[in-house]
């Protein structure tokens, strides 16, 4: 029997087998780096939404983005008739 080599048995089939080991392991750290990102993201948003006063400012901030144009210019509201 011999003994199993990096990348065999596992994933897609053994596919990574026929990779260099520099391109595995480039794609692993990529995939860790884009993880760690989102567990990061996803906690300073948590920490955010969890103090109140950060948090109105927050959704106060994103209804003025709401209001705006790509140009940068301010959307008229619809006037009322009278």
Known sequence: MQGRGAGEGGGAGGVERERPMAAVLEKAIERYRRQKFRDEANASYAALKANLQEW?????ERKLWDLTNADGTVKQSPRSPG
């Open 56 to 60: 109105k400012e927050e959704t106060a």
